[in-house]
């Protein structure tokens, strides 16, 4: 089975982030740039069933600045084979229906048998791409997964709802994305991260891909950011310690606010 | 008035708030019609009340047995006909993604996790853990948003809608993935996580599942959902589905309440946009404390406790 990642590097949720003031976007070289969480998870996925199933391998795919190939070898280091890195100036401004164009030509190349990817991504929180893809490919999309069952060329996921929970099946060619609930990602090796250095990275430009540069980035985007203001950080309010009376306190102050 | 079409969320033949909420958001921007996937029964008399001037119904098999891309495909077949000033989805799982696959196949951009909609298409998110505000727009095309619930208070506009059934007519890319089952998990009388105006959260502090009890009995005296944190989901102190977060479920109660929970970064982003946020933490220096319009410094299984009874004792 052939498998590609799709893994996005982001800035690292529990630091600040900005976005920078010229153009609105994501302010990439003052954070801390890392793997997108739920992408460690789709990762973990991908190398248990290619422990699973002989003759399996697994490719990232990532389509960012240069400065994402630290979170290729990262990626590489937990153990895939090797990665494709889109790598082009004019991707700039893309948004997620440009990223979802780029990336679907990607993987028409790449022709996989499945794509694993996050459920989401801690910047965007789009939860979009999966389907995008998908739609692009006509290829079936199980997403939201917290179980994976691959048997053959069929796939089977619990998805969570709220409801509860629904099993959804699908033939493989497929994207699946998952959820932090699915696995435990493993930590890389020391040996692990030695090989990741010489591990292939092909780079491809949208030239490569045959997609034209209006089709992307500042100029193929549908959507922009006009401005952006740091919202004001809430101030603490009353802070009471507890002398026996804290709980009286407490519903005190729901009833003023007419809570109770 | 040209049409706005809302995506009907709902539950168990009940309509959901968030629904109700973009049926108002709606009414700024033009006239509201729903649509409905599935079974309608019950659901037109509620939408009207909201001010829904027509209900589109979309059900049958191909509907309903197949994960989202019918239900886009339909979607995508309305737009064209009526020519929406805007298309509203709920922010949930299956609104995005119905989201996204509208967005390609009619080539539009799409914004997500939107808090206000202006009729000239400006629309508000709150980002990166609620510590930024940004107005987008849609370039060139119709606004197809997802609306994070309680952004707004639902209003009451009645009419009599006008209900259609819609063609469905969907192709076999359309019906890839199969839902062969649906599973009921219990699920108490409690109100929906993202939906509630009151939300009571325990963490890890609670210390067990068992402890939780005291959690969900605040909670129910209260008319509130459980959530939960992390930590606490983690431990197997609370089933995932409840965990606040990140990663997790973003609330925006109008009241939520935090037990020992410390309120690290990746938490604050699921709960940041409360109107009102108490905490129960014996750590002084908890930086939930940081957010809290009331802290209490203190063994929550002291105050707790105490608590219920005050509010018994009230009621
Ligand atoms: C990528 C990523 C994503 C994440 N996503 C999420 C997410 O979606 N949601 C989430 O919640 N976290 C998330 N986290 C985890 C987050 O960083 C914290 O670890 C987590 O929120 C901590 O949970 P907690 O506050 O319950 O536990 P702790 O940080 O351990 O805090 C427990 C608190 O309880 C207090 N306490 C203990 N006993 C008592 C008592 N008897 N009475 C009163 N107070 C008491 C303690 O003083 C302490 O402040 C994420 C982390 C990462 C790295
Ligand atoms: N630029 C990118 N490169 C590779 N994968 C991506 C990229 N953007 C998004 N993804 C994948 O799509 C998932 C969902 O992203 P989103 O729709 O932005 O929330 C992420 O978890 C990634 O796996």
């Known amino acids: 089975m052939k498998i590609v990642v799709l893994v996005k590097q982001v800035p690292d949720s529990g630091a600040e982030r900005n976005l920078r003031a010229e153009d609105n976007t994501v302010d990439r070289a003052s954070a801390n740039n890392v793997i997108n969480e739920m992408d460690e998870y789709a990762l973990e996925e991908a190398l248990r069933i290619q422990e699973a199933h002989g003759g399996s391998t697994v490719t990232v795919l990532t389509m960012g600045p240069e400065r994402a190939t630290e979170s290729i070898r990262k990626a590489l280091s937990m153990g895939p084979d090797g990665a494709v890195h889109v790598l082009d100036d004019a991707l700039s401004g893309t948004d997620a229906l440009g990223t979802s164009k780029v990336l679907a030509a990607a993987l028409k190349r790449l022709e996989p048998d499945l794509v694993l990817c996050g459920a989401e991504s801690t910047d965007a929180r789009g939860q979009v791409l999966p389907h995008m893809l998908a739609e692009r490919l006509g290829v079936a999309a199980l997403t939201g997964a917290r179980k994976l069952t691959v048997d053959g060329s069929q796939l089977t996921i619990e998805r969570q709802t709220e409801e509860g929970y629904e099993v959804v099946t699908a033939a493989t060619p497929a994207i699946v994305s998952v959820w932090d609930t699915i696995n435990e990602p493993r930590y890389p090796s020391f040996k692990g991260i030695m090989a990741a250095k010489k591990k292939p990275v092909e780079t491809l430009t949208l030239a490569d891909l045959g997609v034209s540069a209006d089709e992307a980035g500042w100029a193929g985007a549908l959507t922009t950011v006009a401005s952006h203001a740091k919202r004001p950080p809430r101030s603490a309010g009353v802070k009471v310690t507890d002398d026996g009376e804290g709980g009286t306190k407490l519903v005190e102050f729901l009833v003023s606010e007419k809570f109770v | ?315």
């Open chain 2, 1 to 315: 008035m040209a049409e706005v079409l809302v995506v009907v969320e709902a539950s168990g033949g009940t309509v959901k708030k968030v629904s109700l909420e973009m049926l108002t958001m709606a009414r700024a921007l033009g006239t509201p019609s729903a649509v409905v996937f599935g079974d309608a029964a019950g659901l037109a008399d509620k939408l009207g009340e909201f001010g829904a001037e027509k209900v589109y119904v979309a059900s049958g098999d191909d509907v309903e047995s197949y994960l989202v891309a019918p239900k886009a495909t339909v979607l995508a077949q309305l737009v064209k006909d009526v020519q929406p000033a805007a298309v509203l989805l709920g922010s949930t799982q299956e609104g995005k993604e119905i989201a996204g696959r509208l967005a390609v196949k009619l080539d539009n951009g799409v914004l997500t996790d939107v808090s206000a909609l202006e009729p000239d298409g400006t629309a508000t998110q709150v980002i990166f853990a609620g510590s930024a505000i940004v107005k987008s727009k849609i370039l060139g095309g119709i606004p197809i948003v997802t609306v994070r619930p309680n952004s707004l208070t639902p209003v009451a506009a009645p009419v009599t809608p006008a209900v259609s059934n819609l063609d469905v007519a969907v192709g076999d890319a359309d019906r890839l993935a199969k839902v062969v089952e649906r599973v009921a998990e219990a699920k108490g009388a409690r109100p929906e996580l993202t939906e509630a105006s009151i939300v009571v959260s325990g963490g890890r502090g609670v210390g067990s599942a068992e402890n939780f009890k005291l959690v969900e009995e605040l909670a129910d005296l209260l008319g509130a959902a459980v959530g939960a944190s992390r930590a606490a989901t983690d431990s197997g102190f609370y089933p995932h589905a409840f965990q606040v977060g990140q990663t997790g479920k973003t609330v925006s109660p109008q009241l939520y309440v935090a037990l020992g929970i410390s309120g690290a970064i990746q938490h604050r982003a699921g709960m940041q946009t409360s109107k009102t946020i108490v905490a129960v933490n014996k750590d002084a220096e908890a930086p939930i404390f940081e957010l809290a319009d009331f802290g209490v410094v203190g063994d929550l299984f002291q105050v707790v406790p105490q608590a219920a009874e005050e509010i018994r004792k009230r009621k």
